[in-house]
Each structure stands twice: as C-alpha cells, then as structure tokens.
T-cell receptor, first 114, second 114 residues
Framework: GENVEQHPSTLSVQEGDSAVIKCTYS??????FPWYKQELGKRPQLIID?????GEKKDQRIAVTLNKTAKHFSLHITETQPEDSAVYFC?????????????FGRGTSLIVHP | ETGVTQSPTHLIKTRGQQVTLRCSSQ?????VSWYQQALGQGPQFIFQ???????GRGNFPPRFSGLQFPNYSSELNVNALELDDSALYLC?????????????FGDGTRLSIL
C-alpha cells in the first residue's frame, strides 16, 4: 500500500516569514495530492491540490510543488499570518480496484507568532 | 447549497457495544468516504460508498460497515467496540469517484470508548 511521510511535525515561524511542509510518498501510481488545513476542533478543509501531470500550482500565498521522480511534494505558504496557524495534512491518492484510496500524512502543526 | 453534516457530535460507549454514526452529504454529491482520525494523527481511510455500494476499503476489520441511502445520507456502523476505536470519525462527500474530485468534510463525531 501507499506510505506518506510528512515533515516537520511542528513548525514555528514569525508572522511574515515563509513556511514549507514536505511530504514523500511510496506508490508511483498515486496521481492526486491534496493539502488540508485543520483548525483545532474543526473539519479538515481543502486548501490546494495538484495532479500528477502538473509540477507546480499557486493560489495567492499558497503554492504546491510536485516532483514525481523523487516522489515528493511540498506546501509553501508565503507572508504567513497568525490565522494560518493550524494543522496541515498532505495526502496522496491512488487507484485501487475501481476506486481511489487516499493516504494522509501525520500532519504538521504550524504556529505563526505575531 | 448545504454542506456535510454529521451526528451526533459526541458519543460515549463501552467496550463490546455497537454504534451507528450518521452523515448527510453535500447536495449533489453521490460519493461518501469515512475516515478515522486518532488524536494527533492524520485521517485514516475506512471505506467509500458510491451510489449505495461500497467501492473501496482501507485496512479496517469487517466490524466496520456502512450504508449509503438514495438521499445521499450514509451511516458508519461499528460492532464489538474496542478501546482503540476511540477517535474522531469524519465523513467526506464528493461529486464522483475520480481521484481528483475534491472532498468536503463534515465536522466529525467524537467517539469515546470506556
């Protein structure tokens, strides 16, 4: 099956700095890589995603890069703000018997200090 | 457009009991997935239902079962509850089963096993 490793587990930055979270996956058949933000006590929310035929995608202060050869993808947040503080999860989705099975990383707790 | 709703929000059970959790999918979404999220971990995929049939399953024993109804609502049933079943249970709906269909999560049901 798929194995997704996510680093770091905790990331502390000053407001205005950039934050980078990295994930690696093991199954080369994985073809869809979403990122979720989960605030304390709330539901995971999709913030950005990337498909395997794309190397980079950007949405305002958030960007995701994908290196299929190395099997890793990263989330980049620029000009961080205190409201960016949350747990971020990466995921990799692969086909399995007619459906697509997502495997999540263990999460990165991002703390943005004012 | 209504979002994904889950009930109940919290539940306490004892070992050996059975539990049913409920999810109402977002309008127009014919696919629902259930996840188990232990404290400090990423969501783990339990199974997915598409048009009332299970079409994908993660590494969970048969005592975890589900149903999906024509009105887009669904249930997660867990028999013979164990202490390790204590977790947040999330459902997520999407418009189809393609790998790149965004999933919309509910707020989850916090299940505690005593």
């Amino acid at each position: 099956g798929e194995n997704v490793e996510q680093h770091p587990s905790t990331l502390s930055v000053q407001e205005g700095d950039s934050a980078v979270i990295k994930c690696t996956y093991s199954d080369s058949a994985s073809n869809y890589f979403p990122w979720y933000k989960q605030e304390l006590g709330k539901r995971p929310q999709l913030i950005i995603d990337i498909r395997s035929n794309v190397g980079e995608k950007k949405d305002q202060r958030i960007a995701v890069t994908l290196n299929k050869t190395a099997k890793h993808f990263s989330l980049h947040i620029t000009e961080t703000q205190p409201e960016d503080s949350a747990v971020y999860f990466c995921a990799a989705k692969r086909a399995s018997g007619g459906s697509y099975i997502p495997t999540f990383g263990r999460g990165t707790s991002l703390i943005v200090h004012p | 457009e209504t979002g994904v709703t889950q009930s109940p929000t919290h539940l306490i059970k004892t070992r050996g009991q059975q539990v049913t959790l409920r999810c109402s999918s977002q309008s127009g979404h014919n696919t629902v997935s259930w996840y188990q999220q232990a404290l400090g971990q990423g969501p783990q995929f339990i199974f997915q239902y598409y048009r009332e049939e299970e079409n994908g399953r993660g590494n969970f024993p048969p005592r975890f079962s589900g149903l999906q109804f024509p009105n887009y609502s669904s249930e997660l049933n867990v028999n013979a509850l164990e202490l390790d079943d204590s977790a947040l249970y999330l459902c997520a709906s999407s418009e189809g089963t393609d790998s790149n269909q965004p999933q919309h999560f509910g707020d989850g049901t916090r299940l505690s096993i005593l």
